[in-house]
């Protein structure tokens, strides 16, 4: 296993870790690959903030509409109420979007661990999974946004299971994608990637 550590760590001195890779940090850290997706955009993070505070305008309009409803006012405090209830869905949704991802591969353990960050205290997911249940590492094409690097794992025998590690890389980044796949699949001993530089 430490000859293992030691050979990766020398192929890491030819061939640098990329600071970045489509919406992921990454660096090696003492026998730890880290890669970690950027914090998303101010604006991304205020919107579920602003959904949440329109519906609690609509639903502060339509409890006053209730009070002083007759004849027809009921549509509009019952539309109000949908409208304020359309908009916490909304920001429900954008709210899960913002969630980070997190992976780190400890040599030394010969562990992946997959971790789902949410801003809810502790509310994060992880899963370490042993190198020996990855089965492959997929470069998978997005329609319209470029290509993620897909983990494929599981158990012997047992359904395949999939995490993304990488999200967001561009057409231009191909070369840079090509090279972490390659390192990827042979730090998890997978055949077919060819060397890490090559």
């Known amino acids: 296993m430490l000859i293992a550590v030691a050979s990766f760590e020398d192929a890491l001195q030819e061939n640098r870790v990329p600071p970045l890779l489509g919406d992921v940090r ?6 730890r690959l880290v890669g970690e997706s950027r914090p998303p955009r101010w604006d991304a993070r205020m919107l579920p903030g602003l959904c949440v505070g329109v519906a609690v305008g609509c639903a502060l309009g339509a ?3 209730v009070g002083q409803e007759k004849g027809s006012l009921p549509t509009a405090s ?10 916490v869905g909304v920001a429900l949704r954008l709210e899960s979007k913002l969630g980070r991802r997190r992976f780190v ?3 030394r353990s010969e562990t992946l661990r997959v971790e789902r960050l949410a801003w809810a205290p502790g509310a994060t997911r992880a899963e ?5 249940d990855v089965r492959a590492v997929h470069i998978v094409e997005r329609p319209g946004s470029g290509y993620a690097l897909v983990v494929e794992y599981g158990p012997q025998g047992a359904q395949a299971r999939r995490a993304v590690l990488v999200e967001q890389v561009r057409h231009a980044e191909g070369e840079t994608l090509h090279r972490v796949w390659r390192m990827l699949s ?3 001993g997978l ?6 530089g090559g």
């Open 26 to 31: 990454l660096r090696y850290d003492g026998g």
């Open 63 to 65: 409890a006053v509409l």
């Open 78 to 87: 019952a539309t109000l109420g949908l409208v304020a209830a359309a908009l």
């Open 105 to 107: 591969l400890h040599f």
């Open 128 to 132: 370490l999974i042993p190198f020996d």
């Open 186 to 188: 042979n730090a998890f």
């Open 191 to 196: 055949r077919g990637a060819g060397l890490a």
